[in-house]
């Protein structure tokens, strides 16, 4: 339980999950442009959607890796020590969480189309 615990603090100290929900957000407006706006039908849909999948791993394996900050990008050890205080902060966490949820609930009601 306490290695779940501990990569699950890595994982936030690394802003993986940060990352992933950013990536998904766009991903999602990117592609709902794509196909709904340009409309986009058939095999390029079905291609887009795989441009788009395969990008999350690589998404989060460089957000795993690396760090992008005002120094520039650097290469992420692991540290025990404490987190290093994010310029952004916990209100873009909730802004991402917030910006699903909408996403979510509009798919839900049939606003947005699939």
Same mark, same amino acid.
């Not at 095999?43 to 788009?52: H, K, S, V």
């Not at 760090?67 to 966490?93: C, L, M, N």
């Given at each position: =339980?306490f290695?779940?615990?501990a990569?699950i603090v890595?994982?936030? @100290?690394? @802003?993986?999950?940060?990352? /992933?929900?950013? *990536?998904?957000v766009?991903?999602?407006?990117?592609? $709902?442009?794509l196909?709904?706006g340009?409309?986009?039908d058939?095999a390029? @849909?079905? !291609?887009? $959607? =795989?441009?788009?999948?395969?990008?999350?791993? =690589?998404?989060?394996?460089?957000?795993? !890796?690396f #760090?992008?900050?005002?120094?520039?990008v650097?290469?992420v #050890? *692991?540290d025990? /020590?404490?987190?290093? @205080?994010?310029?952004? /902060?916990? /209100?873009?966490?909730i802004?991402?969480? +917030?910006v !699903? +949820? !909408?996403?979510?609930?509009?798919?839900? +009601?049939g606003?947005?189309?699939n």
């Amino acid at each position: =339980m306490f290695k779940i615990k501990a990569y699950i603090v890595e994982l936030a @100290r690394r @802003r993986v999950l940060r990352t /992933g929900g950013v *990536y998904l957000v766009f991903s999602w407006g990117l592609y $709902q442009l794509l196909v709904a706006g340009a409309g986009v039908d058939g095999a390029p @849909r079905r !291609l887009i $959607q =795989m441009i788009l999948w395969v990008g999350l791993p =690589m998404t989060l394996l460089f957000a795993w !890796l690396f #760090h992008v900050s005002q120094k520039g990008v650097e290469i992420v #050890h *692991y540290d025990t /020590g404490p987190r290093p @205080r994010s310029a952004v /902060g916990w /209100g873009f966490d909730i802004s991402i969480v +917030a910006v !699903l +949820a !909408l996403i979510f609930a509009a798919t839900l +009601a049939g606003v947005v189309p699939n």
